[in-house]
């Protein structure tokens, strides 16, 4: 059964550094890209960011670009995103995602809240 468990969502003040943890199971983790998504209020959901499998590419919304990073521990089957620089409009539910044979996986969100 594919599991994927995300943490390290919070409170952070804009400008701060943030980083998420998203622990998957139930599959081979290293054949796998993944992603980070997010949904903010009232929003629809937007791609974040993309790690290729052995963690050699990545991508970026526009709008993160310069600020997040993505990287991969395929030993500890763990995905993370770093969030540096945040903004009030970097607040939403931050999911991690992973398509396999057609079919999305998602984990359960951790929420990101920017404000001061």
């Known amino acids: 059964q594919v599991q994927l468990v995300e943490s390290g969502g919070g409170l952070v003040q804009p400008g701060g550094s943030l980083t998420l943890s998203c622990v998957a199971s139930g599959f081979d983790f290293r054949t796998y890209a993944m992603r980070w998504y997010r949904r903010a209020p009232g929003q629809s959901r937007e791609l974040v960011a993309y790690i290729s499998s052995a963690g050699d590419k990545t991508d970026f919304h526009d709008s993160v670009k310069g600020r997040f990073a993505i990287s991969r521990d395929n030993a500890k089957n763990t995905v993370y995103l770093q969030m540096s620089s945040v903004k009030p409009e970097d607040t939403a539910t931050y999911y991690c995602?992973?398509?396999?044979?057609?079919?999305?996986?998602w984990g359960q969100g951790t929420q990101v809240f920017v404000s001061s």
């Open positions: 995602h992973s398509l396999q044979q057609g079919q999305n996986y």
